[in-house]
């Protein structure tokens, strides 16, 4: 699978480890950004980039790294076909793309430590959106709210 990776100085540190395990895992990363710690960074910067990855068909999914993983979030939301979520605990990370076909996950760097993060990167990794009845119609309501 093919996704883009984004922090702000945020998430910074936490970044690299999470390239290195989606390579190990057999997917192809795309590096949005930040490439060096800069304190005064912004996360849209980030996160627009990485959403944009995803809506444009150039990334399947999403990892994007912030202090609270919040910023992130409502930054990546603002771009059209992509659904990101702060996730962080395992049942949401994966439950989020069975349910919901969440495409982007947003993770708050000063909010949990580092094993943690890659689990919860493993656990988004491995999910597949269900298709059953009631999620593809649950999606569709929000597809359709999105469209216009």
Do not use: W
């Not at 390579?23 to 980030?46: I, M, N, Q, R, S």
């Amino acid at each position: 699978m093919r996704v883009a990776v984004g922090a702000d100085h945020g998430g910074f540190p936490l970044k690299a480890d999470i390239v290195e395990l989606l390579k190990k895992l057999g997917h192809e990363v795309t590096d949005v950004g930040a490439h060096e710690y800069d304190a005064a960074d912004d996360y849209p910067d980030f996160a627009l980039a990485a959403a944009k990855a995803v809506a444009s068909g150039n990334a399947d999914r999403a990892v994007i790294l912030c202090g609270s993983g919040v910023g992130a979030s409502v930054a990546a939301n603002k771009v059209r076909g992509v659904r990101a979520a702060v996730c962080h605990d395992l049942y949401s990370a994966a439950q989020g793309v069975e349910h919901d076909d969440m495409n982007a996950l947003c993770l708050g760097a000063r909010i949990i430590e580092g094993e943690l993060a890659l689990a919860l990167v493993t656990a988004f990794m491995g999910a597949k959106f269900s298709g059953e009845e009631r999620h593809a119609r649950r999606l569709k309501k929000v597809l359709d709210e999105e469209a216009g």
